[in-house]
């Protein structure tokens, strides 16, 4: 078996130390070893170190294995992800037994079988690994949205259920594609739920936020010392949504020089860490999904063709809001009543005027748009019916007939928010989708311009 992690012997006898650093060579990628335990603390802060093997009394100092029992929760202090195993002698089994109430992982009795001794120390170090694997992967991995997806009756989104709910159950790639709001992540985890990776992870990677210096790191991970702030090894999202599904979100803005990094990854079904090399194998189901027109992308060469062909083995579009008029009014009465519940509003209704305004509107941020209008006018209107003046929406007459004249300006843009939302708007519209392009010309970063995207639920 491959050596690997980091073992520390604690004891007093020399020869003891000799033994287990000969017995042990072949197991562990590195072993220290100490014959008194003052200079633990050091040790621990100079090395990645996995497991400790304690001995339960030394030569000076307290007797009787209380001074064991003092280190055991020095360690467990110092270094909390380090396992700790107790060496003691036969006589001391109780006293094991209470260091395992204190923290220990498991104790080995002197006499030792070099079998046994072995095992043990391997079983440990695999549930650290497998701990520490854990509690990184979930710290990556998306914890899901309480909120179930709502299809509505549309005929525009009924084709679409029906797609979704056959290929689902499949291992097939899928492309969601659709205008900003109209709810391409929580198709994915409509995806995911349906899927017969239900139980596994997902993942949720939102590629406009990702620094393109890390991508590497950030989807493959990397191994300690790999670069000057890789201070211990890390998991990337592949890794983490193994035998789960990987969400990549705006797929379209993944930089032209990155997309091959992320073919080979995807052709070959694994992916190699910064700073190792070897490969990792990787089984995920991947979904991705944009705003933008990918075939237009590949037709002006920002866009790999052969990306483009395993990413979308199955194409799911997703209608804007324009199209689905029927699902408007029964999605806002579904807002209402979440929002009028979370703050402790009456759920109230929408009076007629409100009714026809929300009708009227073409909600060029669809759906997540129409959930910031309704939290808004639960949060400033009053109990009861919400009337039209609550929604704060700008007549259509006037936004479709504002030409440049001081007067109309004022009367299309109510607020600085309202007028920064519609440059970005209008700025994102002119780029066709193109982000990179919409910063340029509205003069900021284009993670600037995407957190105010954000912000603004564009």
Known sequence: MAKQGTLLVVDDNRNI?????????????????????????????????DIVLLDMNFSSGINNGNEGLYWLKEIRRLRPQAAVVLFTAYADIDLAVRGIKDGAADFIVKPWN?????????????????????????????EGNDTTMYWGNSAAIRPLRTLVEKVSTTDANILITGENG????????????????????????????ITESLFESELFGHVKGSFTDAHADRIGRFEAADGGTLFLDEIANLPYYLQAKLLTAI???????????????TNIRLICATNRDLDEMVRKGEFREDLLYRINTIHLHIPSLRERKEDILPLARMFLERYAKQYGRTSGTFAPDAAARLLAYPWYGNIRELQHTIEKAVILADDGELRAESLQLADMAE??????????????FHTLDEMERTMIQQAIGQCDGNLSQAAAKLGVTRQTLYNKMKRYGL
Do not use: W
């Open 17 to 49: 130390l000799t033994s287990l650093q000969y017995l042990l060579v072949d197991y562990f990628g590195q072993i220290l070893t100490l014959d008194s335990p003052v200079t633990i603390p050091t040790v621990l802060a100079q090395n990645g170190v």
């Open 114 to 142: 070099n079998d046994k001794l072995i095992q043990t120390l391997l079983d440990v170090y695999r549930k650290v690994c497998n701990g520490r694997k854990e509690k990184k992967r979930a710290m990556l991995v998306s």
């Open 182 to 209: 109209t709810g391409k992540d929580m198709l994915a985890r409509e995806i995911h739920r349906l899927s017969n990776r239900k139980d596994g992870p997902m993942v949720v990677v939102d590629m406009g936020a």
């Open 267 to 281: 052709q070959k079904r694994s992916f190699i860490k910064v700073g190792s090399n070897l490969p990792q194998p």
């Open 399 to 412: 936004r479709e007939n504002a030409s440049g004249t001081e007067e109309k300006t004022e009367m299309a």
